[in-house]
């Protein structure tokens, strides 16, 4: 199985603010991925639909014993690596 990996961009969120509909444009047709970011802390992730309905399916297939370990790395780490 091979992946591609999509475009990856940070933005700051006062930075996301002045230019939303730019980033949404370049999110949904471009597919690209914004990590937003606060005082240098990623806090969100702008992404596709498609991409959120992935992530939506892989959650529920997930075993929640799988899930959590997950999770609390995430949560210990204040981001995804």
Sequence with gaps: ???DHKPQSRSS???ARRGLSDLVNR???GE???YLT???KEVACLVSVQNAR???????RMDLDQLLPILE???AQGSVP
Aim: charged share 30%; glycine share 4%.
């Design 27 to 29: 999110s949904a047709y």
């Design 32 to 34: 690209e991925r914004f």
């Design 38 to 40: 606060r005082y240098g």
């Design 13 to 15: 969120t006062t930075e």
């Design 73 to 75: 790395r995430v949560q």
């Design 54 to 60: 992935v992530l939506e399916l892989l959650e529920e």
């Design 1 to 3: 199985m091979t992946t």
